[in-house]
């Protein structure tokens, strides 16, 4: 009996090693362009038509060095920022050997809303509503290949982006 119950505390510490739990905001939403720069040593280009957009280099950044798991390590993260500011952490997820589900639950709870498709074909869509953002998790499957997309976007991601919009136009 006792060696059974080593066995099953050994399994289950080997378990939740094993798990890839990544917090997608190491660097959360709100944190200056120079921080995620050094942080994750990316390139940050500066739209040409946009002054006030600019985003992580079109390469992404390494899933390993944002989650500091070698399970994340074909990922690539990419950083939208609105006047030097991150709005948007994005990641597109084509291998699928992670239960991103699995992951965003643990960090954020259950979804707000969710509308999950049993088809072999079909999208399943997952959010999290909170105060300050909202996180979109899409799941598109065709037969046996699937897609997965995940958004984390400040809520005042669209009212910034209009703001510019206006003070450009006036500006023309």
């Known amino acids: 009996m006792r060696k059974f119950i080593i066995y099953s505390i050994s399994l289950c510490c080997l378990t939740l090693s094993a798990s890839a739990n990544c ?17 994750y040593n990316t390139e940050i280009l ?7 957009l600019s985003t992580s280099s079109s390469k992404g950044v390494n899933g390993d060095i944002v989650c500091s798991n070698e399970k994340y390590k074909n990922l690539k993260f990419d950083f939208l920022f609105i006047d030097k500011t991150l709005r948007v952490i994005s990641v597109i997820d084509e291998e699928n050997k992670i239960n991103h589900l699995e992951n965003l639950n643990s960090f954020y709870g259950t979804p707000t809303s969710a509308n999950q498709n049993r088809l072999a074909k079909g999208t399943d869509d997952y959010s999290w509503q909170f105060k300050d953002k909202n996180i979109f ?3 598109v499957k065709k037969n ?5 997309n995940i958004k984390i976007i400040s809520n005042n991601y669209t009212k910034l982006l209009e703001e510019k919009r206006d003070t450009n136009e006036v500006q023309h």
């Open 46 to 52: 500066q739209d040409p038509d946009y002054s006030y």
């Open 137 to 139: 998790l899409q799941i």
């Open 144 to 148: 046996e290949f699937k897609r997965t």
């Open 23 to 39: 917090d997608f905001e190491r660097l959360g939403l709100g944190t200056g362009q120079e921080m995620v720069r050094s942080i």
